[in-house]
């Protein structure tokens, strides 16, 4: 019977797989910050020794050190690359980036002494060339771990303080999307109250007008069925279009117009670039509602009202303007649309706005913008209506 056996990389495979996958992974962008670091640590030594009268070569001198600083910069690049990789496996995460630091000025200081022979960089042209290789290293190395420290010191601080940053607006935007998530529960109660009382209101205007004309009350059910068929399907709908809503709208008006009969006059207009435009469900009908047939309740005269659907400047913009006579613009009117207002900032901030002003004839005139959100393919076209 053969049993399955399992191989294992060794340590030190594993450790130049990771090396590899950190260096492919290092963006250009930190290469250039990393030779700019060795630069200006290579010309600060230099200055150092140029201002003190030990060379009089100075740029022999600054390639000298600019190669020994390059060589540390690069692999300490290298190192925190592998850290941030390794720093989700250990229990301790400043350990990696410790380790990276001793790692990078400990090999770009052996790694110099190896290289620097082949090069015509070997002498720096200084008294440093007079000292013992002990000495040098002696003076050479805490510099290196000093400088690799700082520097890694400044990388996790701020890699840190992004995390915290992607944090804090990840969290925001959970709280943005709760936020929405009630106020589309607060529309969604807001229709189970509104379509009752319409409903009734309907079915009891069905019932006063079966005994004086029976075929008015038939054809005030068969819009009642209409309005019904839009309405049910989205009945639970958190998210709706412009089609769907001037649908509605039509559905909802033509029963009002035969419950109000002359009085009642209406047209609506849906731009062809705003059919399928993303749009928050019972949001129209209350403004109707407020709009308009509040006027017909002050039994003051009809009255005209005109709804628009437009895309401008990246906003879908609708308007609803009432002619006519006899509107109420008391407190308890302006409260109703501020409630709207106030469900229209909730979902999009201080990009959504709503006006509402006096109109032509003692009439009103009501603006609201959202943002244009395409939700896409339309469930039909709407034409221009009017009644």
């Known amino acids: 019977m053969n049993s399955a056996r399992t191989f294992s990389l060794p340590p030190i495979v594993r450790s130049l797989s990771l090396v590899s996958h950190a260096w492919r992974r290092i963006p250009i962008a930190l290469f250039a910050i990393a030779l700019a670091l060795g630069f200006a640590w290579g010309l600060a030594n230099t200055f150092g020794w140029w201002l003190g009268g030990s060379t009089d070569r100075f740029l022999h001198t600054l390639a000298h050190f600019v190669y020994e600083a390059e060589l540390p910069m690069l692999l300490l690049l290298l190192a925190i690359t592998a850290a941030d990789a390794l720093v989700g496996r250990t229990g301790n995460p400043l350990a990696p980036y410790a380790i990276a630091v001793v790692a990078a000025a400990v090999g770009g200081e052996l790694l110099f002494t190896a290289t620097v022979q082949t090069l015509d960089v070997a002498s720096c042209e200084c008294s440093m060339d007079e000292w013992r290789p002990g000495q040098r290293v002696a003076n050479m190395l805490p510099d290196s771990l000093l400088i690799c420290g700082f520097v890694t010191a400044g990388y996790y601080f701020r890699q840190r303080g992004l995390e915290r940053i992607a944090r804090l607006r990840a969290a925001q935007l959970e709280r943005a999307r709760l936020a929405r998530q009630t106020l589309e529960s607060r529309l969604q109660a807001m229709q189970a109250c509104i379509e009752p009382e319409f409903l009734f209101d309907t079915l009891a205007a069905v019932e006063r007008r079966c005994d004086a004309d029976p075929g008015d009350a038939g054809r005030m059910l ?56 993303a749009m928050p469900p019972m949001i129209l009908l209350p403004l109707i509602d407020h709009v308009f047939l509040r006027g017909l309740d002050a039994e003051t005269g009809g009255g005209r009202l005109r709804i628009g659907f437009q895309i401008a400047d990246g906003k879908l913009q609708v308007s609803l303007a009432f002619t006519g006579a006899g509107f109420p613009h008391g407190s308890e009117h302006q409260a109703e649309v501020a409630g709207i207002r106030h469900r229209l900032t909730a979902l999009y901030g201080a990009t959504a706005r709503m006006e509402l002003r006096a109109g032509d004839r003692d009439g009103i005139q009501l603006i609201m913008e959202i943002p244009h959100e395409p939700a896409g393919p339309s469930q039909g076209r709407i034409p221009e209506r009017a009644a």
Do not use: G, M, W
């Open 222 to 277: 068969d819009d009642l069925i209409v309005y019904l068929r839009a309405a049910l399907p989205h009945l639970r709908d958190t998210t709706s279009t412009v089609a769907k809503e001037s649908e509605l709208a039509l559905a909802y008006l033509n029963i009002q117009k035969r419950r109000f009969a002359d009085r009642v006059r209406f047209d609506i207009a849906v731009a062809t670039e705003a059919q399928d435009a």
